[in-house]
């Protein structure tokens, strides 16, 4: 079965007790077994749910992956599978790295023993070149955030099967429907199903997919005995939002596209990055990679600061709002919200000005959504 198909009924049979056609939200901690030994394969809601378990399964399936673990958040995700590492072993990441992901790495397992190298994720190579014998992980996202630069995930998965170093991908932004590491070389993906995969912002959640069974036995030892994992409703939001995942992404597609392309001609804006723009340095790497560019569009307004800010009070359909991935459109300031922890002399060299706006574009007519940006450019103007 193909791709939608799977989104709507992978691991998700009519319910065995009732005949729900829907998965039910099993709101329990503990199972009543039946004698010592003798359960239905559920015993207490940590270790395993029916609902958490369809939605692993689903996402599992998308992801082309043998097995799935949901998490409690993004960030227990990602977390989870670190906790495979042990003091003394070596991480290589792209430099460019969700926010709280580089928290992570830097202020909990840095102090715990586990050592990190950043390199420059558009360069396969310097993924190569800073293997040591204790490298154990290397850990990339693509496209990132915000600036929507692209990793070419098949390059760097041969530099590292070479020394047999695992490849981690948090595919967040491109969602499954998009992008699918596993195929591209990869052996794990996390994601914050948060985002897309949830797709109307009311939950927060994270997932671990890989085909590589001692990944999987380690994560799930952890997920058990460190204990994030998600309650029985948000799962069940995870299993209903990615159910029209395939619909929304191509829409969300389709909309950045014709937001990137106006914004591109219009005379407020100095630049526009959208993966799928042929002015994009890496369009050619997207096509190959990607089968869709995906609903976040990056910008830099004329300006600075009080530009931006006038530009963010005048939308009325975007809201002015961190997270992304919902089916409404958000607008965001990189340089105050998701990177407000770099030094600003860091943050402007990579090219996250004060005049750097991120776009989550939703799912709404496209026509408000250009009316509403063109009124919000035009107040910027006026700042
Ligand atoms: C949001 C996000 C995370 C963290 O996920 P939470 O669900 O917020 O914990 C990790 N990676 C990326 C790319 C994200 O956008």
């Avoid at 050592?115 to 993924?127: L, N, Q, R």
């Avoid at 799962?235 to 619909?247: E, F, I, N, S």
């Avoid at 869709?292 to 359909?317: I, N, P, Q, S």
């Avoid at 750097?356 to 496209?366: A, F, N, P, W």
Wanted: aromatic residues 8%; proline residues 5%.
């Amino acid at each position: 079965m193909r791709f939608d198909t799977l989104a709507i009924h992978l691991g998700q049979e009519a319910d065995p007790a009732t005949g729900a056609t829907i998965v039910p939200i099993y709101q329990t901690s503990t199972f009543t077994q039946e004698g010592i030994g003798k359960h239905k394969g559920f015993e207490y809601s940590r270790t395993g749910n029916p609902t958490r378990l369809a939605l692993e399964r689903c996402l599992a399936g998308l992801e082309g992956a043998s097995h799935g673990l949901a998490f409690s958040s993004g960030m227990a995700a990602i977390s989870a599978v670190l906790s495979m590492l042990e003091p003394g072993d070596h991480v290589v990441a792209s430099a460019d790295l969700y926010g709280g992901t580089y928290r992570l790495f830097e202020k909990v397992l840095k102090p715990l023993g586990l050592t990190f190298t950043y390199v420059d994720g558009k360069d396969p190579s310097a993924f190569g070149k800073a293997l040591t014998p204790k490298t154990r992980l290397a850990w990339l996202e693509t496209p990132t955030n915000p600036l929507l630069e692209l990793i070419d995930i098949a390059a760097v998965a041969r530099e590292c099967k070479a020394k047999s170093v695992k490849v981690a991908v948090d595919n967040t932004f491109a969602s499954p429907c998009f992008q699918r590491p596993l195929g591209l070389g990869a052996d794990i993906v996390v994601h914050s199903t948060t985002k897309y995969i949830g797709g109307h912002s009311d939950m927060v959640g994270g997932a671990v997919l890989t085909s590589v069974k001692e990944v999987y036995d380690a994560v799930k030892f952890h997920q058990n005995a460190a204990g994030g994992v998600p309650g029985p409703f948000d799962a069940w939001l995870a299993l209903r939002g990615v159910k029209t995942l395939a619909v929304r992404m191509r829409r969300h597609a389709e909309n950045a596209k014709a937001v990137a392309e106006h914004l591109s001609n219009h005379p407020e804006v100095k630049s526009v990055i959208y993966p799928g723009l042929a002015s994009h340095p890496q369009h050619e790497l997207a096509r190959r990679q990607m089968s869709g560019f995906g609903g976040m569009v990056t910008f830099r307004l004329e300006g600075g600061r009080a530009e931006a800010d006038a530009f963010f009070r005048a939308l009325k359909v975007f809201s002015y709002a961190e997270s992304l991935g919902g089916v409404e459109s958000l607008a965001a300031h990189p340089a105050t919200m998701t990177h407000a922890s770099f030094p600003a002399e860091a943050r402007e060299a990579r090219g996250i000005t004060e005049a750097t706006v991120r776009l989550s574009v939703g799912i709404e007519d496209v026509s408000d959504l250009v009316a509403d940006l063109d009124a919000a450019l035009a107040a910027a103007a006026k700042a």
